[in-house]
């Protein structure tokens, strides 16, 4: 596929939505010209045009948040991307991990998490969720939050509590106790979610490897 070959509108601008990696969330809507986009290509970062500046602007350029390129996919008319990054930061120059943090209107009230309930249909829910949470933990870093505790303390911290709770699961089924390796589950869970973000590895890598290897059994 070839630039020129894109549908740029009037101004010659193309919407780019671009999508953390790891946890797939939308972090902005931003719009690219062909040259923020060449531009984006070459350097492997994040390049877009300001509509009320009329310029280029490098993400990150002032507050060192830069979103490393992973992947550009263009959808079936060919006139809207979806720009895939690493981020190195907060998305929003609000500080917040998403442009998208506030919600106009949602079927339910509360979430999986917020209701404490798994709903029928959807077990796998609260996984997609403590992706993103992680993720806005990792970017954000708030004062307080065990996660972020975790993340500044470094691999070394994460490895050891994946170990610790890796441990307890064993000890818990060992000893037949149902609640407790419940427990230890979940908190080994949650700490290898956060080595995955920690090591830059989408789930979505280990789910397909699991795919493959049963598709190949």
Known sequence: MNINQLSFDERGL?????????SK????LAYMNEE????TIE?????FYSRSRQELWHKGETSGNIQKVENIRYDCDQDALVVLVDPQGPGCHKGDFTCFSDVLWSRGEQSATDAGVIEQGNRFAII?????????????????A?????????VDKILKKVG????EVIIAAKNRDKEELTW?????????????????????????????????K
Request: charged share 30%; hydrophobic share 35%.
């Open 184 to 216: 230890e589950s979940a908190d080994l869970l949650y700490h290898w979610l956060v080595l995955l973000r920690e090591q830059k590895l989408p789930l979505d890598n280990v789910l397909q490897r699991l795919a493959d290897r049963h598709a190949g």
């Open 43 to 47: 350097t492997g970062e994040t390049w």
């Open 146 to 154: 065990y996660t972020t505790y975790l993340f500044e303390e470094g």
């Open 14 to 22: 193309i919407p780019a939505i671009v999508q953390d990696q790891q």
């Open 36 to 39: 923020s986009l060449k531009k």
């Open 164 to 167: 610790e709770e890796a441990s």
């Open 25 to 28: 969330q939308v972090l902005t």
């Open 128 to 144: 997609e969720e403590l992706e993103e949470v992680i993720a806005t933990r990792e970017a954000e870093r708030p004062e307080g």
